[in-house]
């Protein structure tokens, strides 16, 4: 089967889902060389803070330097090749290795390395760079170089839908990490289509259109049953432009790799929580008061991301093998919202909570299923169309010359 | 090491158990293009039952239709590849994918296809189909098409010696599964020999004769020890012609995989207890008194079967992975025979839950020494010529075109 | 990348830590094919005293027979494949394997094979042997044959230093086994230099100078901070002479594989303790008071030893996978020791305890390193000279031509 025979009408042979080797492939021209969705500027606060990452089986970390930028690099020193820092996060104000004590500054710069010569040429033996980019505050990585050119148009087009939420200004409220039995791409598909919301997520249709979330705003799709969010839609479109809110549909455009939207809430909402009240009474950025929208936001290959006036919801997912995938949730308030008084952590987080378990047990559902021996690839529905806007990504991204 | 060179008159070559490769090979050869045993009409009492099965990497479900008759089906949703039935067991009047509610008939039929437009093809979709076939009462599986057309002919010979246990008509008193850290071969290879009962089955060896276990039927491999077996013999004979009984061996005859003889029970058992006394007082089917054999049957590649007059004891052996075996007991009893009343589940399944455990012990022992690197392959004794007609079968397995 | 390009002044590449083809590569080529210290007399005091191990895949044990001699054999009968003994020891008067009961005598010839006919030729089918060495009562063996020739020049240079100790006439006092999650070479890299002891192994540095545990004995390698140490060296050299205790440092001549010295203590310490004071009232061999110095001796691939005049530390490294090390570590006493009488178990294994426990964190934080995608291979410290030996070493080995 050859990638240029896929129909991406259906969805994908097995193999493409369960192959060790194409995963290798797949971490290779996708994750180790595209902008991939990794953490946020409410990761590291201050200079010195660092958390640590693994993409498929590669090991960085970001850490915010004296400057206040945030720089990323491989964990692991140049000298015996231990690895340098321990643990998710923590605060360094210089970096040294715990083997032979091998020290650097946070630039990446060898500062001593204990048991050589006086004449060791130090300038050579500093930290292995990857690439960072920080758009409204999220933070994209690129391990290979050069990395994509598109990064600073896509910054571009998103920097002004996300700069009334101040990304920067946030502390993260809490963080869950789910390890779902499954290949990655049955998260991203699953999350590309709201037709199984319907019978799936209870919780996450209170506050959201199912009609809106991920369809009804191509007004090529338009059902009869959606008039209703149709007319929200108008009216509400009215109030952002007062707000002076963007809320113009950017899909895909350009063979770049992201969409976004804003959509109303539905049933009163005034946030993705189960009752008509705001999550956190500290509002983000701009806002004055809680507004009963949501900015959505998807990128190619790993990421979704909800923002609300009160909070905002991001969604990182990291291939841990073929059939094995992290799904990292952030929940975050305004840097200065305490808990227990601003904001209550259940209710801030119920509704994602459950509808990621929900989704876990469809991905996972799925992926026993392309297992079966018995899979064929199934046609998708027009409702789904998102899906197919994936996949054909997908294929397009392996099919590419190899840059390495 | 061809298969052509293999001499069956000794164990095989340590790869034939350690080869992933040659498991590969295993499962497509042998466990998805022949007949393979896997469950019984008991499983499935009701139309609307369901059992959901794996044989290798594939997954399949047997559901009992409304017309009474047993189907199988891969367990996946012709849409996105949902699994269609979760759980060992349960009962469905139709087939709803809890993914977006494709739904599908009790014959694979495609029903409802939410989210496609009315004029998708429904008749395209319906479910992939497994070959079933059912002897007196046990549930053979082909999962290739087509399947071998031996099936009849294993049927005609087999009925009339099941026929009078009427499997159809039992319960599953219990069902103990075991998962043995070796190749499955060894399970079978052990199966197919009673020259290690002496000194490790104590349990087995009060209802049964070492000597007639897999020996001393053919009359051209009887030892003078084996004179009390052979008299009890020709006595019983005799009265299993007066109840009609069959009782001839027939021992893989023609390329056929089965072998089957009815074996008197020692030290007037009445079952395969540890007192001669029956195990369940409601008999089976034409039974009107205990009776002081068992009909034993052995079909390859991976199951054996003791059939009393009150009750049945049904082995299906499951390949997880090279190293990796799951050996699934059944004991059944007359489908209105009451627990506590009519049979004691620690009586009933007190023989073969430690006979299992011991052969667990040889299987795995045996799997220990084969991987130790100074592994031979090992004469096979007289005694053991079972062991050499299974490996003999195998090998021809094989070394035949593949049908794929 | 060919192993005739690697500049063993750096690590090795990041895939000869990490591939698994290249560790199979290492087990045949060395871990099967070289001399490799696995055990100690004092594992088999009695005749018929055995133990069970693993090199790599293959299993086989070491068992004394009636005669004093210590033999090896593949764990597995020339039957079916059974093992032959489990658990870690035992004792057996012969060896009877729990499968068919065919029956060896302790120097693996076949006295009973059972089922078989009486003209089977039972000479053709005894156990298979390994190559067992044993030097001052450390135990090496060979899988492969033939193995090396170099084993009796090794057993005369090194019989001498070792005499002292009676290694024979000990006991082991204590066994512990790390399982480490890194590539085997990283634990033996930790092993042979002493750079990373002043800020990882504070237990250790109160027995040992750092500056003579791998370095400072090489009169081109002392460095003005050593000089305590060198002054404290000629000291003990004469006293030394007095004592008749070999003292010169050989470092792997000829091709050989292995290195030894003695070195004096620290901190006026008798053993490898906290304290000045010997760790068992009980001495060993020869000596008639506790001596302030301690015997070294490390072969490779895969040991290291220490001799004290009250106790014997000694390591054995066995890979268990590319990513998988067992380090087991022995303590030996005067065989006629008691426990809680002559010494204390907590005393006698604090330091090497906590010091392993040090070299397994750092070991697995360099493996981590190593996998990060982003590892160099690092410029080796003068100081760790004995990490250039080890790696020209292993490169030799595996640029050999296989014998097999």
């Keep these: 089967m050859s990638l240029t025979e896929i129909d991406t009408n259906f969805t994908l042979p097995a193999q493409f889902y369960t192959s060790k080797d194409i995963f290798e492939e797949e971490l290779e021209k996708i994750f180790y060389s595209k902008w991939i969705y990794v953490a946020c500027e409410a990761d590291l606060p201050k200079p010195g803070d660092y958390i640590t990452l693994k993409l ?5 970390f970001l850490q915010r330097g004296q400057n206040g930028e945030v720089r990323g690099f491989y964990n692991v020193c140049r000298h015996r090749g231990h690895e340098l820092l321990s643990g998710e996060r923590g605060n360094r104000k210089g970096i040294s ?4 004590n091998w020290t650097y500054d946070l630039s ?6 204990r048991g050589m ?11 292995n760079p990857i690439n960072v980019a920080v758009i409204g505050g999220l933070i994209y990585v690129c391990l290979n170089s050069p990395a994509p050119d598109d990064i600073e148009t896509v910054s571009n087009l998103l920097s002004p839908y996300l700069a009334p939420y101040q990304v920067a200004k946030t502390k993260i409220a809490c963080q869950k990490d789910i390890i779902e039995a499954c290949n990655w791409k049955l998260v991203i598909e699953n999350n590309r289509e709201c037709l199984h919301c319907d019978t799936n997520h209870p919780e996450l249709l209170v506050p959201l259109y199912s009609s809106g979330f991920g369809k009804g705003l191509d007004k090529d799709h338009i059902a009869p049953s959606e008039q209703r969010f149709q007319d929200t839609l108008q009216e509400k479109e009215r109030e952002w432009e007062g707000l002076g809110l963007p809320y113009e549909l950017i899909e895909f455009p350009d063979d770049l ?3 976004t939207v804003r959509l109303p809430l539905a049933n009163q909402c005034l946030s993705h929580t189960l009752k008509p009240e ?3 009474k500290k509002l983000l950025g701009n806002f004055r008061k809680p507004e009963g929208s949501g900015l959505s936001l998807w990128t190619h290959p790993n990421s979704w991301n909800h923002f609300l006036s009160d909070h905002i919801i991001t969604f990182a997912v ?13 929940w975050l308030v305004a840097a200065d919202a305490a808990e227990g008084v601003d904001y209550n952590l259940e209710d801030l987080t119920k509704v994602w909570t459950q509808t990621n378990l929900q989704d876990q047990s469809l991905a996972e559902g799925t992926y026993r299923g392309i297992c079966s021996g018995g899979y064929l690839p199934g046609p998708i529905a027009d409702e789904e169309y998102l899906v197919k806007q994936f996949l054909s990504w997908y294929t397009d991204q392996l099919t590419e010359t190899p840059v390495h």
Tied chains: 1, 2, 3.
């Design 318 to 330: 990291f291939p841990l093998s073929v059939d094995k995938t992290l799904v990292r949730t952030k």
């Design 257 to 259: 790799w992201f969409r």
């Design 56 to 60: 498929g089986t590669r090991s960085f």
């Design 117 to 127: 010569d006086a004449d060791f040429p130090k300038q050579d033996y500093g930290l």
């Design 108 to 113: 990446g710069k060898l500062l001593r390395a």
């Design 278 to 280: 705001h999550a956190c």
């Design 97 to 100: 290795c715990p083997y032979h």
